[in-house]
C-alpha cells in the first residue's frame, strides 16, 4: 500500500513540473496575448505579431524586458535597465 501511495506521488510531481516548464516555456508565451496590467511597462497588448522571445528576454516594438516567471494566467516580466518588475495579464 505504501509504495502504490509513493508511485502515485511521483507521477503527480512529474505532471505537476512538466505542467510548470510548459507555461514558463517561450512556447506557451508566445502563443498567448498578453495585456499589460501594473508596474514596467513594454507595451499595452502583447502578442504573436508584435513581440518575440529570445533566451527568456521578450523584445516588443517599444522595449525588451526579461521573464521573471508565468502562472499561465499571468506574466512577470523584469525591466533589464531599471529592474522594476511588470504585470501582463493572459487573454487568450
Known sequence: MRKRVIKILIVVIGLFTI????????FFIEKQEWKYAEGTHI???LNKS???????????FQRKA???FSTGSS????????????????KS
Open 19 to 26: 505542467g510548470f516548464i510548459y507555461i514558463n516555456s517561450s
Open 43 to 45: 507595451g499595452d497588448w
Open 50 to 60: 508584435n513581440m518575440e522571445i529570445n533566451d527568456r528576454i521578450i523584445y516588443s
Open 66 to 68: 526579461k521573464i521573471v
Open 75 to 90: 506574466l512577470v516580466i523584469e525591466n533589464i535597465e531599471t529592474k522594476e518588475r511588470g504585470i501582463y495579464i493572459n
